[in-house]
């Protein structure tokens, strides 16, 4: 699980750098953070949730 999520990280970062790094794509960058921070707190909540 933590390897999928881990990835996902990786893809979000680069989809905001690359969005940041180009004028025009900079609704990209905004989507990759979104998606990394949602990332992080799904990740959170489902590693939280089974040590309960």
């Known amino acids: 699980m933590w390897t999928v999520l881990v990835i996902l990280l990786v ?3 680069v ?3 690359v969005g940041f790094a180009f ?3 900079l ?4 989507i990759g953070i ?3 921070i949602g ?6 909540v489902r590693n939280r949730s ?3």
Do not use: C, D, E, N
């Open 50 to 52: 089974r040590h309960r």
């Open 34 to 36: 979104i998606l990394f």
């Open 27 to 30: 609704w990209l960058a905004v």
């Open 39 to 44: 990332t992080i707190v799904f990740g959170l």
């Open 23 to 25: 004028q025009g794509l």
């Open 15 to 17: 989809l905001a750098v």
């Open 11 to 13: 893809v979000w970062a």
